[in-house]
């Protein structure tokens, strides 16, 4: 079986833009200025975002995009995860990496990149994603540090970010496994052994997408509505995307009612639960005939 060729495109855009990041940030850059750059190289490379860039510093794991008038700045000694997706006619392919300009950290850095290889390497043996959580658990260990528990990397398809199967971080029995046509993408988190481990909710959302297409009987809310789904279908979108269309203090008292009618859903921020630092690497795969192909 051979994936849709709009995989391959969309996966060489990312690999590029993740090889922009990691020759271009730096501390004193900032958190807005470092999405706007990754989105516009995703555009300019003729892919279009397939969710709001994400900036995770130090024991910020997941799912913070920054909004517009955020003042935060990269610093010399952060822990800096920036994860990204593209998609190319609905079909997604996602990425992370992480960066970090202080030597104290370089271990934990090193030990999630090996993390993601010996992953990658699992899955082109077993394709029995709780043998691949084995793997990726067992390395972290080796070196003296643990995984986050309740992140899983998670299968992609047309646009869909998780698309049903996940993949942990950890040895999960029972998992189904991987089939030929599923397109994945493998996502270590790594943090050191004293940390909880696991990630929870903060107060903060920047994060949403469309989850219902009924009617609230608002001509301001349904046109909103209509819009973002005109151009993200259910692919998640960030509120700095249409502050300036649609007025920036009107968006978000929008977003409000639209999560509380149901219409959209939020995504909170993902926080490491001891305050520890996390490191994240990640890679979209495929599965094909003649095996595993790692597209970004």
């Not at 104290?104 to 699992?122: N, P, S, T, Y």
């Amino acid at each position: 079986m051979k994936i849709p060729e709009q995989y391959r495109k969309s996966g060489e855009i990312t690999k590029a833009v993740r090889n922009t990041v990691v020759g271009t940030v730096r501390p004193g850059m900032g958190f807005v200025e470092v999405c706007e750059l990754v989105e516009s190289e995703i555009r300019r490379r003729g892919g279009l975002p397939a969710f709001p860039t994400g900036i995770g510093v130090n024991q910020v794991t997941a799912h913070y995009a920054p909004e517009e008038g955020d003042a935060s700045k990269l610093g010399a000694s952060d822990v800096i995860k920036v994860d990204f997706g593209v998609h190319v006619e609905g079909y997604v392919t996602d990425t992370a990496t992480t960066l970090t300009f202080d030597e104290g950290h370089a271990l934990l850095l090193d030990v999630a990149k090996k993390c993601l290889q010996v992953a990658i390497e699992a899955a082109g043996r077993d394709l029995r994603v709780g043998e691949i959580g084995r793997s990726v658990g067992q390395e972290a260990s080796r070196f003296g540090f643990r995984t986050i528990q309740n992140l899983t990397g998670h299968t992609v398809d047309r646009y869909a970010v998780h698309a049903g199967k996940s993949i942990p971080n950890l040895y999960v029995p029972g998992l189904p496994s991987l089939r030929t046509g599923d397109v994945f993408a493998i996502e270590p988190f790594v943090t050191p052994s004293s940390a909880a481990g696991y990630v929870v909710d903060s107060p903060m959302t920047t994060i949403f997408a469309v989850a219902s297409r009924k009617k609230t009987g608002k001509k301001e809310l349904d046109g909103f509505v209509d819009e973002v789904w005109g151009e993200r279908k259910t692919l998640p979108f960030t509120p700095r995307w249409y502050s300036e269309r649609w007025g920036r203090g009107k968006v978000g008292p929008m977003l409000k009612e639209l999560v509380k009618r149901k219409v959209v859903h939020g995504y909170p921020t993902l926080v490491e639960a001891s305050g520890r630092p996390v490191a994240q690497f990640e890679h979209t795969l495929a599965l094909e005939d003649g095996g595993i192909v790692v597209l970004t």
